[in-house]
């Protein structure tokens, strides 16, 4: 299937043919298409052509996103190359984002996202609450490789930016969805775009969805009569209000409300169906969809194991409000940001234990933002202030407490100058943070952990340098080098003195990228090389001592190369896809690093340390070499994607179908290897076919994921307790417009 698609890519690539994209009609705000075959982007906070930025970026239209069947965060996965994306781990709306082999899969305590989410110029600074839902989204931009310049925070692995759409000056209409699917899914959309007066427009947009669950839970003994019982049922509301006008020709505002409770139960953790490891527990059944306890253990009334807990519960409650008022100085464009928002969620579920958690957390920011150009010298500069209160109460075997106060100000600029066919650019930011945590253990752990105090103050300058060449006026050739960071924080375990809240220093990380981006006619072909280095890796583990914490787990060197590519070869036929090489290896790591990586202890190799000797005068090396030779987690050395579109004009309206089948090869999803933590996504298959009227007011759509119904996982938590990525689904949509 690989070989097979990268066949097509090559071939695709070399038809004769601007930008392959979805038309979305009106152009609305800065990120939007601007004719056929042109994708507005604004990866660097100005708006260009997609083609002329130097730079990875993925764009999706709203057209793309809805004729794609895209929903959510999840569902950009297959889309974007060298991406990993799934749920957390026992939550219902938390995202694990990894991008060319970094992200972050822990949301506890003050862990700060690796790939930065922003919805209309706002960064989420949590996890929890970021598994976004796409609904009435003008486009959505994926900028991979560290974005330390230009964008707010934390951004080393990358960032995403969702852009909904803007009211319609001029403009009164009503638009929805309703749609049914298998395990009984019901959703509704509908959107309402208000002339409030000659310059002002007001859009109200909102969501209902629910789901039965995929799962089912079948606990034996004193618990036999809760056999049967469903899991993961969904169950989430979401609305959002918009308020745009004109103050005059020059000053505009964009003020946003927006609210979301998702009451979906947690995605349940399950024992893996089948090992190649004899030493691998597997499941009763071999169905990672039935949940029971392992074999040979049997529930009391009171046991709490997996297969017999059953009180999973989740309510996330998310509330943001931010106004943009944006103008020109003459001669130049300045955009004020500012943004208020607020978290809660309480939390029941299974994670290898029962696990329980409450947040409250809230966040401002303000970000001033101008662009300029000085003859043939485009300027971008700003500063951004972020504020952020965050406290976490779970109990994980005994009871914990996380305080968490972040204040971080910066100043950036960047200046790019066409020097005829070359164009160079510069950028640089300054971030001071400072940061408290406040973290107490409880029970039998209190004596060592209460009021433990982790203070972080930072001072770093990270910068990029980018040059590029139009070798024609449809070819342009790039090479950059940028650097990153990530905020110090501090471990959210405290299950021994050794491995009590431990402090965690700032990650760093330096980037070389080049890349090729072509467009000839009805076709694009972009290529990109990087090679990351990242110093001071924050990751989590055990320690040789025993200790489960957080650490600097030495350096790591990531490098891959990503294609994407696009044609048009005739009227209403679309085909796309992308391609993506990874490699990742660990560099430098000394014996607690390489112990908490491999699960090796003082006396006892790690599973995959089968040359380790423990006790012998080399063991320490033994095991460092070791962790040497380990992948890292969620890092697939190969990735695919080929799909088509095609639209069929039928007089009173137009027939529409089209299909993607993705590839992802196997990774791992614990740092240790283990046997049990090897993911297989194998193939997906996803289609969608329907009708759309002439006049745009009625469309049917038929759609299906996962076609195959193939069985895999994406997560564990440990060797043989994994969390189900979806099963086959389907359903029917009918959306309508009127105006």
């Given amino acids: 299937m690989l070989r097979a698609a990268l066949l097509a890519s090559a071939a695709l690539a070399a038809v004769p043919a601007t930008a392959w994209a979805q038309e979305t009609g009106t152009a609305s705000g800065d990120a939007n298409v601007t004719g056929v075959g042109e994708i507005i982007v604004t990866a660097q906070r100005r708006a260009q052509n997609l083609q002329d930025v130097p730079a990875a970026v993925t764009a999706l239209t709203g057209d793309a996103l809805e004729q794609r069947q895209i929903a959510d965060t999840n569902d950009l996965q297959n889309t974007i190359p060298n991406v990993v994306i799934s749920t957390g ?44 839902d796409l609904v009435d989204i003008q486009q959505v931009e994926a900028l991979r490789g560290p974005q330390g310049t230009l964008y707010g925070r934390n951004t080393n692995g990358g960032a995403i930016k969702v852009t909904s759409v803007r009211p319609q000056i001029g403009e009164t209409s009503v638009a929805g969805e309703l749609g049914y699917g298998n395990f009984d899914r019901i959703q509704g959309k509908a959107t309402v775009n208000l002339a409030a007066w000659d310059s002002g427009a007001i859009r109200i947009s909102g969501l209902y969805r629910e789901r039965d669950g995929y799962f089912t839970i079948n606990p034996n003994g004193a618990l036999a009569n809760l056999a049967g019982t469903r899991l993961g049922d969904e169950k989430v509301y979401a609305l959002r209000g918009s308020f745009y006008g004109e103050l005059s020709p020059d000053w505009s ?70 106004y943009q008022l944006k103008g020109d100085l003459g001669g130049a464009t300045l955009t004020s940001t500012t943004a208020y928002r607020t978290l809660k969620d309480d939390l029941a579920s299974h994670i290898t234990f029962p696990y329980f958690q409450k947040t409250d957390q809230n966040q401002f920011s303000q970000e001033l933002l101008l662009n300029t150009n000085l003859g043939n010298i485009d300027l971008t500069g700003g500063a951004f202030y972020y504020n952020e209160d965050a406290d976490l109460a779970f109990t994980f075997i005994f009871p ?77 050739v790039y090479a950059s080098y940028a650097t990153g960071t990530k905020s110090p924080g501090g471990s959210a375990d405290c299950f021994s003195p050794a491995g009590c809240f431990l402090p965690v220093n700032e990650e760093k990380l330096d980037s070389i990228e080049g890349g090729l981006r072509a467009q000839f006619g009805p076709a694009t072909f972009n290529a ?42 005739v009227t209403g036929l679309s085909l796309y896809g992308n391609a993506s090489w990874l490699d990742g290896k660990y560099k430098d790591v000394n014996f607690n690093q390489a112990g908490l990586l491999t699960g090796s202890t003082n006396t006892v190799r790690g599973p995959t340390c089968t040359n380790a000797t423990p006790g012998s005068a080399t063991y320490q090396q033994q095991v460092i070499d070791c962790a040497l030779g380990l992948s890292l987690k969620n890092a697939p050395e190969w990735k695919a994607l080929v799909g088509f579109s095609y639209n069929v004009d039928m007089g009173g309206g137009e027939i529409f179908f089209g299909a993607d089948a993705a590839y992802e090869a196997d990774s791992f999803a614990l740092v240790s290897n283990t046997p049990g933590s090897l993911v297989e996504p194998g193939v997906r298959i996803d289609a969608r076919a329907g009708w759309k009227a002439a006049d745009d007011r009625w469309s049917v759509t038929v759609w299906g994921k996962n076609l195959t119904d193939r069985e895999y996982f994406r997560a564990t938590t440990s060797v043989n307790q994994v969390y189900p990525a979806p099963p086959l689904t389907f359903g029917v949509d009918v959306g309508f417009k009127f105006n």
Avoid: H
């Fill in 253 to 322: 505002f964009l003020a946003i409300v927006d609210y979301t409770k998702d009451k979906s139960q947690p995605v349940p953790s399950s024992i893996i169906a089948e090992s190649d490891n004899a030493a691998v527990v597997t499941d009763r059944d071999q169905n990672i969809f039935t949940i029971e306890p392992a074999p040979g253990a049997t529930c009391a009334a009171t046991t709490t194991s997996i297969g017999c807990f059953t009180g999973y519960r989740s309510e996330v409650d998310a509330f943001g409000v931010s």
């Fill in 528 to 569: 990109t090389y990087f090679y990351n280095d990242y110093q001071d890796l924050q990751i989590s583990g055990t320690l040789p001592n025993g200790a489960f914490t957080r650490i600097n787990a030495g350096k790591a060197r990531i490098q891959g190369v990503e294609i994407e590519f696009g044609v048009s070869p």
């Fill in 89 to 132: 781990t026992g939550t219902s709306n938390s995202a694990r984002i990894y991008f060319r082999g970094i992200g972050e899969d822990e949301s506890r305590g003050a862990i700060d996202p690796a790939v930065g989410i922003y919805i209309d110029d706002v960064y989420l600074g949590r996890t929890v609450g970021s598994l976004v």
């Fill in 400 to 476: 914990f407490d996380i305080r968490t106060k972040t204040d971080s100000f910066a100043v950036f600029g960047q200046a790019s100058a066409e020097l005829g066919p070359v164009t160079v650019t510069g950028g640089l930011r300054w971030t001071t943070e400072d940061r408290t945590i406040t973290s107490s253990a409880g029970g039998p752990l209190a004596g060592f952990g209460t009021n433990i105090v982790r203070e972080f103050d930072t001072d770093n300058v990270t910068w990029t340098a980018k040059a590029s060449y139009d070798l024609t006026d449809d070819i342009m």
